[in-house]
C-alpha cells in the first residue's frame, strides 16, 4: 500500500491531535523531515509527526493507533540507512527525540537508564564525570532506542559486542499499548522467554522501546590509536584474520580500502596515501597497550606492512575517529555533485573476509561502479558505498544488483545479509534466501504479538506470497 | 494435569515405536531414569524414552507427537536443577544424548558446529588440539543443547558470558516438525527477529535444539589460580564489588561461605579454615596475569584479605576447580544419609551483593535451615543449597519459604528470581513477580509458535489463571 493523500487515517489523526494538541505536527515541513532517509529510498512522508514525552503517552497513541488501524513508525535520530522509519503504509511517525532524559547512571553497577531519544554523544557527555562510557559506535550520533531497535553495532563491537550485548533491560509499548519491562538490572538472568533480544533488532515491528538500561565500560587507563598502511587489500585483511585469530583484545580494527582512502582525501583533506589502511585502537592498562600493540606489530609486519603511525594525544585519536566516522559523506565525496549514495553492507566469517573483500572490489570494477569500501573487519563486517545518480534508474538498479551480489555471496561464506545496517526496506527480499523456513516463524511471532499490523508495517518481513507489497 | 497411567498416549507410542524400533524405550528402568532430577523435585517417569539419531528423526517424532497431543520433554544429561527435564504431564522424554558428535571445528574462526547431546567435556576434550576451549561452566558436565535451552553459566561467565554470549546459531525442531536454522557463522548480524536468543533459555518449551554453533576461546597463554579467605563475608563480598568495579578482567571469582567451607571439608577434606573464601582465576599474557593478580591483591588488602594462596600448576589449578564443582555434593554431605538437597539461586545487581548474601545468611539462620551460599558474584549471582528431609513436607515448605523469600529480596534490589538454574517447575509462581504484564507477551509467543502445547507443557510460564495446574 502506497500513501496517496495526506489524510488516509484522518480519525486517527484527530484523536491525536486531542490527546497531544500541538505535539502532533502536520505541517510539511516536518512531514518531509521526517519522510528522508541519508540514503537512496525515495522520500515518504508520514501522515502526521507525534511527539511524546512520557511512556504514558506513547501508550495511548498506540491505543489510539490500534483503534483507528493507523501505522505508527518509530523514529529517533533517523540515520537508519535502510529506511527503517520511513512510514511507507502511511500513518504516524512517533518522533522520540523528546524522550531524551538520561533517567539513572549507576557508576557502581556499571548501567545507566535512559529514555530512547538520548543520543550516544549525549550519555557520553552526560556520564563523563563518572569514569564510565557507553561504547557502542555506529559513527552517527544516533539515538539509543533507534540503536537497539536497529541492532546497531560500529566500530568497537569487535572488543564490546553490539548493541546485543550491551543492553540489560528494556521498557517497552506493545501493538496494544501494553507497557511491558524486559530483563533486569542483574547481569544475567534465567526467567522466560528473551524479550530483550526479541525487540532488539526488530525495527519497531514488535513494539516500541520506551526505556533502555544500558552497560556501561570504564575508561580504559591507556588508548592507543594507530594506522597502518598496506600494499594490498588482501595484506590488510589477512592481518586482520591473523590478529583476531590470535585473540589479540582489539578495541578497533577498521579498513579503508585505496577507494575509501580517496574519499577520505577530497572530503577531508586526509593527506593519506592512497593505499588500503587499518585504523587501530589500543585499550587497557599503560603495560598491556605496550604488549598489544607490539603484539599487532609483530602480525602486521609478517604481512607486509608498510607504514605505521600512532596517536596518544586525546585530540589526535579523535581527530582519526572523527575521520573515520565521516566515510559515509567521504564516500558521497567521490560521486560529485548531485549524486547520491547506495550502501549496503554484509558480515562473514572472519576466514573469509579476505575472499568477501577482494570479491567485492573486483565485482565493483567489473561493473564500473565508484564503490568504496570500509568495515569493522574485526567482525568480518564491511560496508559498500556506491555513488549513484539518483535520477537514474539504471544506475540505481546496477546499484542494488550490486549489493544483492555481495548479499549472495555473503550467505555463500556462511554469514549475514546485513551486519548491522538491518533490513528496514532494502532487504527484504533477502530475507527468505538467508532464514529459509525461520521466516515463517518470525512471521507468526509478528502476527501473535501485532495481529493489526500497526507496528512499522512492511518492515523487516518479506511480503507474503500472493499480497501486494 | 498428573500422570496417572504409564499409557495415557498410547497411540503416539505405538507410532514412535513403528518409527524408532528398539530406540522408543519404556522399561520400568528407562522411564525411572528419565523421571529423575538432582534436586528434590517428587519422579516423574515419562511414558516412554524416546533416543532420536538425527534432526530427520526429532522432527518425525515431533509431527507424529502432534499428531496424537503427545507432550515432547527433551533431555540431555538431565543436569538441569529445576525439573525442567520432568514429564510432568505424561508423554515422552525425547533424550538428545545419541547425537553427541562434533560436526565441524573451524580453528581460524573460532567455532564449532556441534549436536546437542555433546557435553561441554567431551567438546572441549575434542578440541584440545586446537587450542581452543569452550568457557561457559555450569560445573555439572552438562549437554550443550541442555546448556543452551536453560541459559546456563556457571564460574566463567563474568568473563565471557553465559550461553546467551557463547551461542553463534542454532537448529531447531519447531513444534510442527519444521526444521529452522536461526542465526550464522559469522559473528553479528542485524536481518531479522533473533530466534537464536528466542530459544535459548526457552527451556524446551518452543523448540528443539538439534544443532549449536558455539563460540570458542583461545586457550589463554598464562592462567594463574588462586584462593584468598576473609573475616566476614561481607569483606569478601566488597572486596569482589570493589574488584568488578574496577574494571579488573577476572576469569572467575567464585564466593564460598563458612558453611559452604565446612561442607567441602566433610566431602573432600579440603582443609580449608572454615572461613569465607573467595576462589580466582586470572588468565591472559605472562605480563598480564601478573599485572591483575597485584591488581587484585592490592583491593583485597583493602578489605582484610587474611590468607591467598595460588596455584599455577594444571593440577593444583584443577584440583581446586574440581572441588568447587562438588559444591552440590559437599551442601548434601552436609545434611548427612537420607537428606536431599533444596537448591536456589538468585542474581542481583553488584553493588547490593553484600546486602542479598548477608540477608541469605541470616534468613536461613533465622529459620535453622543449614545451607550453604557458593556463588558467582562477579555476576551477582549466587547460590544456596538447603539439606530437606525429603519425606518431611514441612521441612520442604521451610526450604521453600526461604527460596521465596530470597527471590522477592531479589527482585526488589533489580535483580532476577534466577541467574542461571531457571524456572523449569520450581520458579514458575515467580513468573509474574518479576516480568509482570511481558508474561502474558512470553504466552502469546508460546501459543503462536506451539498452539497444541505439546513441547515441555508446564514449564517456564505459570498456569494461567481459572486453569487446573
Same mark, same amino acid.
Given at each position: 500500500m502506497t500513501l496517496d493523500t495526506p489524510s488516509a487515517h484522518p480519525s486517527a489523526i484527530d484523536a491525536l491531535r486531542d490527546l497531544l494538541g500541538d505535539r502532533l505536527v502536520t505541517t510539511t515541513a516536518d512531514r518531509d523531515a521526517h519522510g528522508?532517509?541519508?540514503?537512496?529510498?525515495?522520500p515518504t512522508p508520514p501522515e502526521a509527526v507525534a511527539y511524546p514525552e512520557t511512556t504514558e503517552e506513547v501508550s495511548e497513541i498506540v491505543k489510539l493507533c490500534q483503534t483507528h488501524r493507523c501505522p505508527v513508525v518509530a523514529c529517533g535520530?533517523? @540515520?537508519?540507512?535502510?529506511?527503517?522509519?520511513?512510514a511507507i503504509s502511511g500513518g $504516524? @511517525?512517533?518522533?522520540?527525540?523528546?524522550?531524551?532524559?538520561?533517567?539513572?547512571?549507576?557508576a557502581e553497577d556499571l548501567h545507566a537508564v535512559v529514555q530512547p531519544g538520548v543520543t550516544r554523544h549525549a550519555l557520553n557527555e552526560d556520564i563523563?564525570?563518572?569514569?564510565?562510557y557507553f561504547p557502542?559506535?555506529?559513527?552517527?550520533?544516533? @539515538?539509543l532506542g533507534g540503536m537497539a531497535a536497529t541492532r546497531a553495532s560500529g566500530t568497537t563491537a569487535v572488543r564490546h559486542g553490539t548493541m546485543r550485548e550491551n543492553v540489560l533491560a528494556l521498557e517497552a509499548v506493545m501493538a496494544d499499548g501494553t507497557v511491558i519491562r524486559t530483563g @533486569?538490572?542483574?547481569?544475567k538472568s534465567s526467567t522466560g522467554y528473551d524479550l530483550t533480544h526479541l525487540l532488539i533488532g526488530s525495527e519497531g515491528t514488535l513494539g516500541i522501546i520506551t526505556e533502555l538500561t544500558l552497560r556501561l565500560q570504564g575508561v580504559p587507563e591507556a588508548v592507543l590509536a594507530a594506522t597502518c598502511r598496506f600494499a594490498t587489500v588482501k595484506d590488510a585483511v589477512n592481518c586482520v584474520i591473523a590478529t583476531i585469530q590470535s585473540g589479540l583484545p582489539m578495541a578497533r580494527i577498521e579498513l579503508l580500502d585505496e577507494m575509501m582512502v580517496r574519499g577520505f582525501n577530497l572530503y577531508?583533506?586526509?593527506?593519506?596515501?592512497e593505499r588500503p589502511h587499518l585504523f587501530l585502537e589500543f585499550t587497557g592498562t599503560p603495560a598491556s597497550v605496550t604488549e598489544q600493540s607490539g603484539g599487532f606489530a609483530d602480525i602486521a609486519e609478517e604481512f607486509g606492512m608498510q607504514a605505521w603511525q600512532t596517536a596518544t594525544r586525546t585530540e589526535e585519536r579523535n581527530a582519526l575517529w572523527s575521520m573515520r566516522h565521516k566515510a559515509h559523506y567521504a564516500s558521497q565525496a567521490?560521486?560529485?555533485?548531485?549524486t547520491q549514495l547506495y550502501v549496503t553492507d554484509v558480515c562473514v566469517p572472519i576466514s573469509r573476509l579476505a575472499d568477501a573483500v577482494t570479491h567485492a572490489q573486483s565485482r565493483a570494477r567489473d561493473l564500473g561502479l565508484v564503490s568504496t569500501i570500509v568495515g569493522?573487519?574485526?567482525?568480518?563486517n564491511f560496508h559498500c558505498g556506491v555513488s549513484i545518480d539518483p535520477t537514474d534508474r539504471a544506475d540505481l538498479a546496477r546499484a542494488s544488483g550490486f549489493g544483492h551480489d555481495l548479499a549472495d555471496m555473503a550467505l555463500r561464506l556462511?554469514?549475514?545479509?546485513?551486519?548491522?545496517?538491518? $533490513?528496514?526496506?532494502?532487504k527484504r527480499d533477502l530475507m527468505h534466501a538467508e532464514h529459509g523456513a525461520a521466516v515463517d516463524v518470525m512471521r507468526a511471532i509478528k502476527t501473535a504479538l501485532d495481529p493489526q499490523d500497526i507496528?512499522?508495517?512492511?518492515?523487516l518481513l518479506p511480503p507474503e506470497e500472493g499480497s501486494e507489497a
Open positions: 528522508r532517509c541519508e540514503t537512496w529510498y525515495p535520530a533517523a @540515520s537508519a540507512l535502510e529506511g527503517q522509519h520511513l $504516524i @511517525s512517533l518522533d522520540m527525540t523528546r524522550m531524551n532524559r538520561v533517567l539513572t547512571v549507576s563523563r564525570a563518572t569514569g564510565l557502542v559506535d555506529p559513527g552517527a550520533d544516533a @539515538s @533486569s538490572r542483574a547481569r577531508s583533506d586526509s593527506g593519506l596515501p567521490l560521486g560529485g555533485p548531485g569493522h573487519v574485526g567482525d568480518g556462511g554469514g549475514t545479509v546485513s551486519g548491522e545496517h538491518g $533490513i528496514g526496506l532494502g507496528l512499522n508495517p512492511g518492515k
